[in-house]
């Protein structure tokens, strides 16, 4: 345990207090698209229906579609009441929030001093967006973070099976996780040998293709609607794909201004696989590697994704969060890593607020202020304001992610800019008493 206080009794209550915290604001908050979702799924399997066949339907493998069918029983004991389903269809992400912050304490506890410890886990365990992502918007990324965190901590610990499971499951939830795999395969190949690595990729592998298989044999559906699925934001094979709303939170969403539909243009639609494939050749060929090699190379897979994939929403930037405060405040502990961090959530939230953001509060709203529900339907994109300052805030967070990226692999630059600010700072108040 990392108790931030010397009282037991007092971190207990903490502890319960933030949980209660979080349980309150899950009555009454959460996106109306993913919600509604998430409720029909339930409906769906509780019917034995083929949970892809529906439109507006999950885009996910089939684990969390089991979630959804407990909730939805659960919500049918309580008197179909609609609060108390929000709440259990959120409580897997907010203990999942609990879970990553002691995780991530404990795996700094035993590799770094105290005092870095607990600052890492009060990060995690406060993180507003955290918060914002599972509490109140009801997003899975808590899960597939903790998940993909766990993996990290088995792998470094020399737990290669039990990494490769807990990573499997991360993909079985949610696919793609799997695009952080070449960093693992990478730390294996360079710190034990190529029998480990392939072991590795065939158990992370085979447990969501296993499982799926198994699901649609066991319910009889038609795998062919889930295929569909996977590639909703990247059309493969419709003749007539699905227009790309902008892209979402990266430069995609700016490109749109411009009257380009990724959809349908090959190229774009699939830049993010060779973007990946350099970033993979980059650390298989570096000689050696260490957790904290491993730690940024997570990291950079993540972000280039995040600004090369054809759709990437805000709730994306909650996976890469955990290493992120690894790097910044115990691999290569630098404030300016922080401030840069900060200002990219900021960002991020700015651009959520043009991108239906503020509708997070529908359900609190409507019950109990509806004039005020009808004033933030202003922020819906299809107004051109919107939709513009959306688009240019989705440019302008790509721009920060790479960046952040290269001030991380590269520390030399921030050092550089650190070393140019003081001496102009001092060349000027020289001057100012010279005048």
Same mark, same amino acid.
């Given at each position: ?93 907010? &203990?999942? %929030? ?40 009801? %997003?899975?990324?808590?899960? !597939?973070?903790?998940? +993909? ?28 996780? @799997? ?44 795998? @062919? ?53 350099? +970033? ?15 730690? &940024?190379?997570?990291? !950079? ?11 990437? +929403? ?74 513009? +300052? ?46």
């Amino acid at each position: 345990m990392l108790p931030l206080f010397k009282n037991k009794y007092y971190f207990a209550l903490f502890i319960v207090g933030l949980f209660l915290a979080e349980a309150f604001l899950s009555l009454w908050t959460g996106v109306l698209f993913d919600m509604t979702i998430w409720f029909q799924t339930g409906v769906w399997m509780n019917q034995g229906t083929n949970i892809y066949l529906p439109n507006n339907h999950l885009g996910y493998p089939p684990l969390w579609a089991f979630w959804c069918l407990i909730a939805y029983r659960v919500y049918g004991i309580l008197g179909n009441n609609m609060e108390l389903w929000r709440f259990t269809i959120k409580l897997p992400l907010i &203990l999942a %929030q609990f879970a990553l912050a002691f995780a991530i304490g404990k795996f700094a506890q035993n590799r770094f001093d105290k005092r870095t410890a607990r600052k890492i886990f009060l990060l995690a365990l406060t993180w507003i967006f955290f918060i914002y992502i599972g509490a109140m918007w009801g %997003q899975l990324n808590m899960l !597939s973070a903790l998940l +993909t965190f766990l993996a990290f901590y088995a792998v470094t610990s020399k737990r290669n099976t039990l990494g490769a499971l807990l990573l499997g499951v991360a993909v079985t939830l949610k696919i793609y996780p @799997l695009i952080v795999l070449p960093a693992f395969l990478a730390y294996i190949l360079k710190n034990q040998d190529r029998k480990e690595a392939g072991r590795f990729t065939l158990y992370t592998c085979a447990l969501p293709v296993v499982f799926t298989l198994i699901v649609f044999a066991a319910y009889q559906w038609d795998i @062919l609607f889930f295929l569909r699925t996977i590639f909703y934001w990247t059309p493969v094979f419709d003749t007539n794909p699905l227009q790309i709303q902008g892209g979402c939170m990266n430069l995609w969403s700016f490109i749109s201004l411009l009257n380009v539909d990724i959809s349908r243009v090959w190229l774009l639609r699939f830049i993010w696989i060779p973007v990946l494939g350099v +970033t993979s050749l980059y650390w298989f060929r570096k000689p050696s590697m260490k957790e904290a090699d491993l730690n &940024l190379a997570i990291i !950079s897979f993540y972000l280039l994704f995040m600004v090369s994939y054809g759709w990437v +929403t805000e709730q994306t930037f909650l996976d890469p969060l955990p290493f992120i405060f690894l790097q910044i405040l115990a691999f290569r502990p630098k404030k300016p890593y922080m401030y840069a961090l900060l200002a990219i959530q900021g960002l991020v939230f700015a651009f959520s607020t043009f991108n239906w953001g503020p509708l997070i509060f529908a359900p609190l709203l409507k019950q109990f202020y509806p004039p005020l529900l009808e004033a933030i339907q202003v922020f819906d994109p299809k107004n051109a304001l919107i939709w513009t +300052t959306r688009g240019v805030l989705g440019l302008v967070v790509s721009l920060s992610l790479c960046a952040f990226l290269v001030g991380l692999a590269k520390p030399a630059v921030f050092e550089r800019i650190l070393k140019k600010i003081p001496k102009k700072h001092v060349k000027q108040e020289k001057l100012a008493l010279i005048e």
